[in-house]
């Protein structure tokens, strides 16, 4: 099986990873200091835990057969262990960043709604991979599936974190229009599922979360993208010292370590924004080398889901890149002004804990999808 591994991806994750690691340093060795009164290395450390946990994770989830998500007790046993860690984060759940969307164990965070990206991955896929004969008959082959999707995004809503579950929405929509639905159908479930979120929207209202919702701070996100120097003093703060850096690095960069920004002056610089300090430390070399090689793993991720003969496999493919796809538009986006803000990590590279193991575990089952499938095609030669 090793000898079948796609080792570009492979290759790429790994550069990614130990890079990430090295700007988790520089990135973050003075807020660690004069912030949080940690260790300089408090957070690099941290951040290379998970990447060791992650890598034996994708190991783990290599070898063993993806076949087995397909079952029906391992799907009941995902999603309902799923839906209880997120309720149980509104019970014992930690506070950071106004969301209560983290569950303390020990000195350690989890975050269950990262978990739930690839938890409706792999159900979305097994659903709809088994369901091929019936895709379009919506009632029976898709209603049941959209009610957990709802679920699921409703209770992270509530965090309230609506970054990710704008997300889960987008990869559960990238799986839907990649599961062989035809035109008509797809209409007739996208309409449904629209309805689905203004209902799941006035149920956060009546839950008496449209404070959060329409909140200065979220509603100045907004605002800030038109002119985010004339509000550089509030609104536009973090969005105005995310250009300063990328406009101080220029095309080489000022040097690794010798960002300014990372001073004090851009909150959140080893996570949300640890792009901008890469183009100030690295320039446009730099930012080139993690756009490029997160866009590479995504375009071959689905030229493989593409050659991939089995359903399920071919839909876990497709669903696993679009989650890398769209957090990297997401956090680039918001990073240089072009949608708001959201507070999404940059896969592979921002500092993250649950995001790192949840997507290397997650390269591990598109890996085993692939071995799996390149044994079947050469065995059929």
């Not at 079952?71 to 960043?97: E, N, P, Q, R, S």
């Not at 696993?320 to 997401?330: P, R």
């Amino acid at each position: 099986m090793l000898r079948v591994y796609d080792f570009p991806i492979f290759f790429t994750t790994i550069a990614l990873c130990l890079f990430g690691l090295i700007m988790v340093y520089s990135s973050s060795m003075i807020s660690a200091v004069a912030r949080y009164d940690f260790p300089v290395d408090y957070f690099y450390q941290k951040q290379k835990s998970a990447l060791i946990i992650g890598f034996f994770g994708m190991l783990v989830a290599m070898i063993f057969p993806y076949k087995a998500y397909q079952g029906k007790d391992f799907l009941m046993w995902i999603t309902g262990g799923t839906v209880a860690l997120l309720i149980l984060t509104f019970i014992i759940g930690h506070t950071a960043g106004n969301a209560q969307s983290w569950i303390k164990i020990g000195t350690r965070v989890i975050q269950p709604g990262e978990f739930s990206k690839l938890t409706i991955i792999i159900y979305l896929a097994a659903i709809f991979g088994k369901r091929q004969n019936r895709i379009n008959q919506i009632d029976k082959a898709v209603f049941p599936p959209l009610i957990l999707l709802m679920a699921i995004c409703f209770l992270i809503a509530m965090q309230p974190d609506y970054g990710t579950a704008l997300i889960i929405l987008m990869i559960a929509s990238s799986i839907i229009i990649c599961s062989g639905m035809s035109l008509k159908s797809l209409s007739k479930l996208f309409s449904l599922l629209m309805v689905s979120v203004i209902i799941m929207f006035f149920l956060v209202i009546i839950s008496g979360n449209i404070q959060s919702i329409l909140s200065e701070e979220r509603v100045s996100r907004f605002t800030s993208l038109i002119e985010p120097f004339e509000t550089q003093e509030d609104a536009g703060y973090q969005l105005a010292n995310s250009l300063i850096a990328i406009g101080a690095g220029g095309l080489s960069g000022q040097g690794l370590g010798q960002s300014f920004q990372k001073y004090g002056y851009l909150p959140e610089s080893h996570t949300d924004f640890i792009l901008a300090i890469i183009a100030e430390e690295l320039g446009v070399f730099g930012v080139s080398f993690v756009l490029g090689g997160l866009s590479f793993i995504v375009l071959r991720s689905y030229i493989l889901a593409a050659r991939c003969k089995d359903p399920f496999g071919s839909l876990l493919i497709i669903g696993i890149s679009s989650m890398i796809g769209i957090q990297v538009f997401i956090n680039a986006g918001g990073v240089v002004g072009l949608i708001p803000i959201t507070g999404i990590t940059l896969p592979f590279i921002s500092y993250g804990g649950s995001s790192l193991l949840l997507l290397m575990v997650s390269v591990g089952i598109l890996q085993n999808v692939v071995m799996r499938s390149n044994i079947s095609a050469d065995r059929k030669k």
